[in-house]
């Protein structure tokens, strides 16, 4: 059974840090782009980040450009989202997301605020 589990959310002050892990467990972990996206209340879900089994990186929206880096872990089948000198427009639900044999498995989203 695919699944995917985020963890590593909570609150934070503007300017400070934090790391988003997700979990991957029903799959072949390596062949398949694992991605990041986030969903602020009362807005879309947006792409935040892909990482595919080689390490390629998908283009960051430029409200995240050179501040959240993704990353992955083959052999523990996770990856990470590293986002630095956070804002509160980063506050949001986000979301691990994979595709596999054409249907999508998301996470459960975890919260991340920004505040002071």
């Known amino acids: 059974q695919v699944q995917v589990v985020e963890s590593g959310g909570g609150l934070v002050q503007p300017g400070e840090s934090m790391r988003l892990t997700c979990t991957a467990t029903?799959?072949?972990?390596?062949?398949?782009?694992m991605s990041w996206y986030r969903q602020p209340l009362g807005k879309e879900r947006e792409l935040v980040a892909g990482i595919t089994s080689t390490g390629i990186v998908t283009d960051y929206p430029e409200d995240v450009k050179g501040r959240f880096t993704i990353s992955r872990d083959l052999r523990r089948k996770m990856i990470h989202l590293q986002m630095n000198s956070l804002k509160p427009e980063d506050t949001a639900v986000y979301y691990c997301?994979?595709?596999?044999?054409?249907?999508?498995?998301w996470g459960q989203g975890t919260q991340v605020t920004v505040s002071s």
């Open positions: 997301k994979v595709r596999v044999l054409s249907r999508e498995y």
């Open positions: 029903g799959f072949t972990f390596s062949n398949y782009v």
